[in-house]
C-alpha cells in the first residue's frame, strides 16, 4: 500500500532532550516537506526536500533541522525541544513539485513541557 | 511561502444542507488542489484541478477552477455527519514550489 508513515504518533518530553521524527514513504517520491499545524495557523511549512542531499528551509524552521540520506527517509531532528515547539506535525511527499499532489503521514502530536 | 485566503474559517450547519467555502490566492495558479482532514488523522486529498474554468466531481463533493486563476470553490451536497473535518485548499507556492496551504474551512455539523 502507497503510504507515507511517521513515529511516534504521539510524543511528550521536556524541555532541551533531543528527539527524532521519523518519516518514511514508499511511493519512490522526490519531494519531501515538514509541517506544523496549530490552531488558527493552518499548514506552515518547517523544511522541504527536493531530493536526497538536498534540503532547504521553510518558512519556520527555526529549532529544527533535517536531512535526507535515502529517498524515502526524511526525518525531523530537534536538537533542543522548547514548549514553543509543542505542536501536531505533518510529513507530506509527492512525485514531483509545481503544485504535485502530497500525500500525507497521519501526524506526530508533540508536547514539550 | 504564499498564503492563500480560505472562507469561512468555520460553518456551523444542519445535516442535509450544502456547504460552500473558497480560497484566493494574490497570484496566478496552475493547480488546486482540495484536501480534507478528519480529527486524529493527516490531510486526504479530494480533488484535484488542472485547468481554468474546471467543475469536478467527486461523489456529493463539486469543485471548481476559478476563471482567473486566482480562486477555487467546494461545494459540499446534502451534508451528512462524516462529513465533519477541516478542508484545506492548495495550490503551488511552498518552498521550491511544493503547495501552500488555506488556513482551512472546520465544518461542524449540527444533528
Known amino acids: 500500500e502507497a503510504q507515507v508513515t511517521q513515529n511516534p504518533r504521539y510524543l511528550i518530553t521536556v524541555t532541551g532532550k533531543k528527539l527524532t521524527v521519523t518519516c518514511s514513504q514508499n511511493m519512490n517520491h522526490e519531494y519531501m516537506s515538514w509541517y506544523r499545524q496549530d490552531p488558527g495557523l493552518g499548514l506552515r511549512q518547517i523544511y522541504y526536500s527536493m531530493n536526497v542531499e538536498v534540503t532547504d528551509k521553510g518558512d519556520v524552521p527555526e529549532g529544527y533541522k533535517v536531512s535526507r540520506k535515502e529517498k524515502r527517509n526524511f526525518p525531523l531532528i530537534l536538537e533542543s525541544p522548547s514548549p514553543n515547539q509543542t505542536s501536531l506535525y505533518f510529513c507530506?511527499?509527492?512525485?514531483?513539485?509545481?503544485?504535485?499532489?502530497?500525500?500525507f503521514g497521519p501526524g506526530t502530536r508533540l508536547t514539550v513541557t | 511561502g504564499q498564503q492563500l485566503n480560505q472562507s469561512p474559517q468555520s460553518m456551523f450547519i444542519q445535516e442535509g444542507e450544502d456547504v460552500s467555502m473558497n480560497c484566493t490566492s494574490s497570484?496566478?495558479?496552475?493547480?488546486w488542489l482540495w484536501y480534507k482532514q478528519e480529527p486524529g488523522e493527516g490531510p486526504v486529498l479530494l480533488i484535484a484541478?488542472?485547468?481554468?474554468?474546471e467543475l469536478t466531481s467527486n461523489g456529493r463533493l463539486t469543485a471548481q477552477f476559478g476563471i482567473t486563476r486566482k480562486d477555487s470553490f467546494l461545494n459540499i451536497s446534502a451534508s451528512i455527519p462524516s462529513d465533519v473535518g477541516i478542508y484545506f485548499c492548495a495550490g503551488p507556492g511552498g518552498g521550491a514550489d511544493g503547495l501552500t496551504f488555506g488556513k482551512g474551512t472546520h465544518l461542524i455539523i449540527q444533528p
Open positions: 484541478l488542472y485547468k481554468a474554468g
Open positions: 497570484s496566478i495558479f496552475n493547480t
Open positions: 507530506a511527499s509527492s512525485l514531483g513539485t509545481m503544485g504535485a499532489e502530497q500525500y
